[in-house]
C-alpha cells in the first residue's frame, strides 16, 4: 500500500508548480549574463563576476555624480564624492536636494543658495483622516494602505494579494476575482512573449511559467537557453555554461514538500 501511495506522490509532484526565492547576483553569473547585466563587471584573470563598484571620483558631472545611489557632487568643490549625510551639502536648485538622496530634502534657502536636509520621519495614522480625499493611498507602513470605506478610514493589509480587500487597491501582480484580490497565474498571461514568471501572494519569490499552447505552471527549466533563461526566469535562474540553474539558495517548494510526505511515509 506504501509503495502505490509512493508511486501516486511521485506522479503528482511532477505537475507542481516550479517556484524560486532567491534572485541571482553578479557573483552567480557566468560571462554571458555577466556582462549583459547593469551593475555587474566580469573579470578575464579570474573568470569571475562581481557587482560593480563605482569610483565617485571619477564622475565629472553634478547628473552623472547625484544619479549613482552612492555619490553626491559637492557645489563648492564641483567634484563628486561618496554621500554622506544630507546636512553636508548646499545647491542652487533645491530640487538637487533629493538627487543627493532619497532621504533628502530642501532645507532654508540664503542668498539663493538652499541647504539639504534630512527628511524628518512622519507618522500616518488612518483613523485621523476623515475624508477619502486625506485617507486613499497614504501608507502607514510598507504593508498596509489607508482606505476610505463607509464613514471612516481604515488601514488595509497589502502585504498579500489575498489580504487586500479594496478593488483599487488590488492591482500590480494581484488580480480581482469578483468579489476578492488574488495573485496572478501565469494562465493570466496570452502571449509567449509575456510568459515568463507571477510573483508568489506573498512577494517573496515567484512561479515559474512556461509556454505551450498558453502559458501554464512550469515544472522544470530543462526547455529554457542561454538566450532566455535569465529573461524567462525573471532573474532567479541563470544560465550556467550549460544549463539554466537555480541562483544560490533558490529552493523548489514542491521539491521540500515532496521530501517531507515520503518522510511522513517511511514511518
Do not use: H
Request: glycine share 4%; proline share 0%.
Amino acid at each position: 500500500m506504501k509503495t502505490q501511495i509512493l508511486l501516486i506522490a511521485m506522479i503528482s509532484v511532477s505537475f507542481q508548480a516550479l517556484t524560486a526565492t532567491n534572485e541571482c547576483v553578479c557573483e552567480d553569473f557566468a560571462v554571458t549574463d555577466c556582462k549583459t547585466e547593469y551593475g555587474c563587471v566580469w573579470t578575464e584573470s579570474d573568470s569571475s563576476c562581481a557587482a560593480k563598484k563605482v569610483d565617485c571620483t571619477t564622475l565629472t558631472t553634478q547628473k552623472t555624480c547625484d544619479d549613482e545611489s552612492t555619490c553626491a557632487w559637492t557645489d563648492s568643490t564641483s567634484k563628486c564624492a561618496t554621500f554622506t549625510k544630507c546636512e553636508d551639502y548646499v545647491v542652487s536648485v533645491a530640487d538637487q536636494c533629493m538627487e543627493k538622496s532619497g532621504t533628502c530634502v530642501a532645507g532654508t534657502t540664503t542668498d539663493g543658495k538652499t541647504t539639504c536636509k534630512t527628511q524628518a520621519a512622519t507618522t500616518v495614522t488612518c483613523t485621523s483622516f476623515s475624508s477619502a480625499a486625506d485617507c486613499n493611498y497614504k501608507r502607514p507602513s510598507n504593508t498596509a494602505t489607508c482606505w476610505f470605506k463607509g464613514s471612516a478610514c481604515e488601514s488595509i493589509d497589502t502585504s498579500k494579494c489575498s489580504t487586500i480587500t479594496v478593488q483599487d487597491l488590488c492591482a500590480g501582480d494581484c488580480k480581482w476575482e469578483t468579489d476578492k484580490c488574488a495573485v496572478k497565474t501565469c494562465a493570466d498571461f496570452k502571449t509567449a512573449d509575456d510568459c515568463d514568471t507571477v510573483s508568489l501572494d506573498d512577494g517573496s519569490g515567484v512561479t515559474i511559467c512556461t509556454w505551450g499552447t498558453a502559458c501554464a505552471e512550469a515544472a522544470d527549466v530543462s526547455a529554457l537557453t542561454k538566450d532566455n533563461c535569465l529573461k524567462k526566469t525573471s532573474g532567479y535562474y541563470y544560465w550556467d555554461g550549460s544549463a539554466c540553474s537555480e541562483c544560490e539558495g533558490s529552493s523548489n517548494s514542491y521539491i521540500l514538500a515532496f521530501i517531507g510526505f515520503i518522510v511522513m511515509l517511511m514511518f
